[in-house]
């Protein structure tokens, strides 16, 4: 009874396709289309802008705390457009490009961030969950919805995102097991920006990698650049296209760095040095995205700052719009609070409800009253 | 004797444990170099290191999980989950094995460990970051449930729950933190988990409540005296689990008339049962029946709306003047 080593595959890749100058390796380049690469860029251009028009509203008090994506749309973007608009999207909360992607408006990120349960409304006739805040529960919702698609016979792929905080979660762990199972057609994005709040990659695990996790789960793993948008998109692809074969999961760790405080409430000097986001500036996804495509002859100044353009018309008129609506119901009443928890209201709480219409019936007329008293 | 808000008075408390007892370690998200996200063990990981001060990987069923560990193995935890809203990951190891453990075995593995976690809403934050689920711990037998109003009794019950021998949820109202100051005495001071305090006098009418609503019960006890001149009688639980029932009685049984003030959800909620230990010892006392200013039955609504889901003294007034009105 001898020792023997085991035989298990441990094959793991990291993928690379553009580097930081915009270089691409021609044998891993993807085929896309110019146009549909020049709309690529547009939408991670207009979740930049979102994302920083986000933060100058939140520091003017309009909206409040939420968590920047700036850095984030290589990895939002390059697996967003692997999936087709049946599949299904389970985000966590960086993906803003993906949302924007999937049809999400403007508006209804800002409801969202303006602390309205209407922005977690999904566009009508997605398959599309909204933001998951609670880390990693999300996971096992998408194995769940993947192990349905099984069952019904459905060739649809889940695409779901956590971070690498979240890979430490039990739920992670225990989706990744259920998906590889029941081979689930899920994707598993890991957004590893090696960052969870204050606490370095270093102290949430003792291994190299999140994706060498997959090999304990008898799935693919694969690390790339998740500031080459190209990377993602070619390893995103090849794990849709396995999911659609039936042949199961797979966990994609894009490589990047939280280049934003944690939220809008957090300060990074407090734990990092400031050279370390200056480091990895020059590693940032829209820069080398635009030189490749300038290579390319796809994109010129003059594209790029008419795309500006008519992204910041876009967002002028979504806060504007946002701002009307603020005013009107649904989105100024406070009694729709309880007009959604269940499919019929039970009868305590309509009278809960009906207690704070008196309430707030009661406060307007005394309001009116004093307003009264004050113009004699 | 030197004023401070709820979150220093907090943060005292642990530098005070952790100097004088060598088992008090501190564990959770970010509460090392970051100092915790409310800043709460703000100065602990400069003082007392790595070992004592452990940032933990993000997950809050392995920081409890583990926390039951090293109190069984003679240490003192102090386990933060950074909002209450996500502690439900670790409730599994809280009511299934800390709070049984002593049950279990006959009294010989015991588990004297605090969750501390910022609980409520009130402070416009994301969704899922404003629970108020006490409730929950409160209905766990074997758990002990703290939730303190102000600096002073904050310090001084959380001294309490490190040394209980048991394990004790200890809730911070997050939107008091900052709130306001209070003089805080130079020596170490506890107060006794399990009992409730009259914080205000009088003889008309009892208005309960615990936490982040001690602030706006105390401001309907003061419109009453100033607008209808009734004298409101003030009750502070501080403990939610084991309840302090003869406080409770001995004002009720005074005035005849009660309001009971939280923002947790209403049904099964703390004032229920505060109503039925009133029936079980006074009901025949009673002058009117005892009115609930609780939020409504929903999850807490993102906040655009949480100011009109919240109690308010506006909302307690109304409730006492009807009560008073029966």
Redesign the interface.
């Known amino acids: 009874m001898p020792r023997k080593p085991l035989d298990i595959p441990l094959k793991l890749e990291t993928i690379s396709v553009l580097d930081e100058n915009g270089e691409v390796d021609k044998s891993l380049e993807p085929k896309i289309p110019n146009d549909e690469l020049k709309n690529w860029y547009r939408w991670m251009l207009m979740g930049r802008r979102v994302d920083e028009r986000l933060l100058k509203l939140q520091r003017q008090g309009r909206i409040?705390?939420?968590p920047q994506a700036s850095g984030h749309e290589a990895i939002a973007l390059g697996t967003i457009v692997a999936i087709e608009k049946p599949d299904w999207f389970v985000p966590a909360y960086r993906e803003t490009t993906g949302f924007l992607y999937r049809g999400w408006t403007i508006e209804t990120i800002l409801l969202?961030w303006?602390?309205?349960?209407e922005?977690?409304i999904p566009p009508e006739g997605m398959n599309d969950l909204p933001?998951a805040?609670?880390?990693a529960t999300q996971l096992v919702h998408a194995a769940g919805i993947g192990m349905a698609n099984n069952v019904k016979g459905e060739k649809k792929v889940v695409m779901t995102y956590f971070g690498d905080?979240?890979s430490?979660?039990?739920?992670t762990h225990e989706a990744l097991n259920f998906a590889s199972v029941f081979k689930a057609p899920v994707v598993f994005t890991c957004l590893n920006n090696q960052y969870?709040?204050?606490?370095p990659l270093h102290?949430?695990?003792n291994c190299q990698t999140v994706a060498q996790r997959a090999i304990s789960y008898g799935i693919p793993g694969v690390r790339v650049d998740g500031n080459d948008v190209l990377a993602v998109y070619v390893a995103a692809k090849e794990a849709v296209e396995r999911a659609r074969k039936g042949e199961g999961p797979t966990l994609i760790e894009g490589l990047t760095y939280r280049y934003t405080p944690h939220?809008t409430?957090?300060d990074p000097k407090?734990?990092r040095k400031e050279e370390e986001a200056q480091q990895w500036a020059a590693k940032e996804p829209l820069i080398r995205f635009r030189k490749y495509l300038e290579k390319k002859g796809i994109l010129n100044d003059k594209i790029v700052t008419q795309m500006e353009e008519e992204i910041e018309t876009r967002i002028q008129d979504a806060i504007k719009n946002v701002e009307r609506m603020?005013k009107e119901a649904p989105?100024s009443d406070?009694?729709?609070?309880?007009d959604y928890?269940y499919a019929d209201m039970p009868p305590?709480?309509q009278e809960?409800?009906d207690e704070?219409a008196h309430?707030?019936s009661?406060?307007k007329s005394d309001a009116e009253k004093k307003h009264e008293t004050a113009a004699h | 004797m030197p004023e401070m808000n709820m979150a220093k008075a907090i943060n005292l408390a642990l530098f005070e444990a952790m100097t004088r007892d060598d088992r008090v370690v501190v564990m959770g998200?970010?509460v090392?170099?970051?100092?915790g996200?409310f800043r709460i063990t703000e100065g602990l990981h400069a003082k007392f290191g790595d070992k004592r001060v452990i940032?933990t990987?993000?997950?809050?069923?392995?920081i409890i999980g583990t926390a039951i560990g090293m109190a069984i193995n003679g240490l003192r935890p102090v386990a933060e989950i950074q909002f209450s809203?996500?502690d439900y990951?670790a409730y599994h190891h809280l009511e299934m094995h800390a709070a049984r453990f002593r049950n279990r075995t006959r009294g010989r593995i015991t588990v004297p460990m605090v969750m501390r976690a910022p609980s409520g809403g009130g402070i416009?934050?994301?969704?899922?970051?404003s629970e108020s689920r006490e409730v929950i711990y409160a209905h766990a037998p074997g758990l002990k449930v703290v939730m303190p109003s102000g600096p002073r009794n904050a310090r001084a019950l959380l001294h309490a729950a490190i040394q209980d021998p048991d394990p004790v949820i200890y809730y911070e109202p997050k939107a008091c933190y900052r709130l306001f100051k209070e003089e805080v005495p130079d020596q170490i001071e506890t107060l006794p988990i399990g009992r409730a305090q009259v914080v205000r006098q009088g003889k008309d009418i009892t208005l309960i409540s615990y936490g982040a609503t001690m602030r706006c019960t105390l401001e309907a006890a003061e419109m009453l005296e100033e607008e209808d001149g009734v004298k409101a009688e003030v009750v502070d639980l501080l403990t939610i689990a084991p309840m302090d029932t003869q406080t409770i009685i001995e004002s009720v049984t005074k005035t005849g008339r009660v309001v009971i003030v939280h923002e947790a959800p209403?049904?099964c909620g703390i004032a229920a049962e505060v109503i039925a230990r009133i029936n079980e010892h006074a009901l025949l006392y009673l002058e009117a029946p005892v009115k609930r200013v609780t939020g409504?039955?929903?999850?807490i609504?993102?906040?655009?709306?949480?100011?009109?889901?919240l109690p308010d003294a506006?909302?307690v007034l109304?409730a006492a003047r009807e009560t008073l009105a029966f």
Do not use: C, W
């Not at chain 1, 303006?114 to 349960?117: D, R, V, Y």
């Not at chain 1, 430490?168 to 739920?171: A, N, P």
């Not at chain 1, 406070?334 to 309880?338: E, G």
């Not at chain 2, 090392?32 to 100092?35: A, C, L, R």
């Open positions: 409040g705390t939420f969202y303006s602390g309205l349960e922005g977690a933001i805040v609670p880390v905080g979240a430490s979660e039990g739920d969870a709040i204050s606490v102290r949430q695990m939220t409430s957090d407090r734990y603020l989105y406070p009694l729709v609070m309880f928890l305590h709480l809960q409800r704070l309430f707030l009661r406060n | 998200e970010d090392g170099p970051d100092e996200v940032d990987p993000l997950a809050e069923s392995g809203g996500f990951y416009r934050a994301i969704e899922h970051h209403r049904t409504y039955d929903l999850p609504p993102y906040f655009a709306r949480e100011k009109a889901y506006d909302k109304l």
